[in-house]
């Protein structure tokens, strides 16, 4: 079983949907982080989270500690939004990141 | 300010051959972390630098080295290539190794045949 887990692999929206990608762990974190990776393999950091919800414009992310899982909300989603989310988690104490499979995201004007 | 830059960003080697890749951090970063992602295995860590030492290293053979320099510019490099080695090679830069957001390059397209 990986450490981190993303769902759902592959999202497919309409322009305007609300989307939530989450995720969950199994070990213990520092930091927990969502990342955007357009084709072409570009990464951009958009949270860092160590507990609470964060938000940036149309983007939400959320984390519960004692659950051990975070979400990543995406509000009145636009094709421009398509990538591939990645949740990656900061081992506590090393420091070291790793990283869920990815979430597919295709919105559709 | 400018973001992290890898160079190349991509390149094509042959089996066996050996090969040696570049990340500048973000001006006062000082940790630099290496990742491989391949269709396979998604995203892995490779190693981790601050202030010219390592600090962590994943799970990679000994192939797969690195070193940070003084104005912490890093370098990796991968001897004797292998074709499981073509990958997507990213670098990340930190001010500081803990507690603080990564900031990723646009990565180096290795492809080895």
């Known amino acids: 079983k990986n450490e981190v887990e993303q769902s759902p692999q592959n999202l497919t929206a309409q322009e305007g949907e609300f989307i939530t990608i989450n995720c969950s762990y199994s070990?213990?974190?520092?930091?927990l982080h969502w990342l955007q990776q357009h084709p072409g393999g570009g990464i951009v950091s958009l949270f860092m989270?160590?507990?609470g919800k964060k938000k940036h414009g149309r983007l939400i992310a959320t984390i519960n500690i004692q659950e051990k899982h975070s979400s990543l909300h995406i509000t009145a989603s636009h094709p421009r939004d398509s990538a591939v989310y990645i949740c990656?988690?900061?081992?506590?104490?090393?420091?070291?990141?790793?990283f869920g499979t990815g979430t597919r995201l295709q919105v559709f004007p | 300010k400018a973001g992290v830059t890898q160079t190349p960003r991509y390149l094509i080697k042959t089996r066996g051959q050996q090969v040696t890749l570049s990340c500048s951090p973000i001006?006062?970063?000082?940790?630099v972390s290496w990742y491989q992602q391949t269709p396979g295995q998604g995203l892995q860590f490779l190693f981790e630098?601050?202030?010219?030492?390592?600090?962590n290293k994943g799970n990679f053979p000994g192939r797969f080295s690195g070193r940070q320099f003084s104005n912490s510019r890093s370098e990796m490099n991968v001897s004797t290539l292998e074709l499981g080695d073509s990958a997507l090679y990213l670098c990340?830069?930190?001010?500081?190794?803990?507690?603080?957001?990564?900031?990723f390059g646009q990565g180096t397209r290795l492809t080895v045949v």
């Open positions: 630098y601050f202030s010219e030492t390592q600090r």
């Open positions: 990340a830069s930190k001010y500081r190794p803990t507690g603080t957001e990564a900031f």
């Open positions: 989270l160590s507990s």
């Open positions: 990656a988690v900061r081992i506590y104490n090393t420091d070291k990141l790793i």
């Open positions: 001006s006062g970063h000082r940790s």
């Open positions: 070990v213990g974190i520092s930091a």
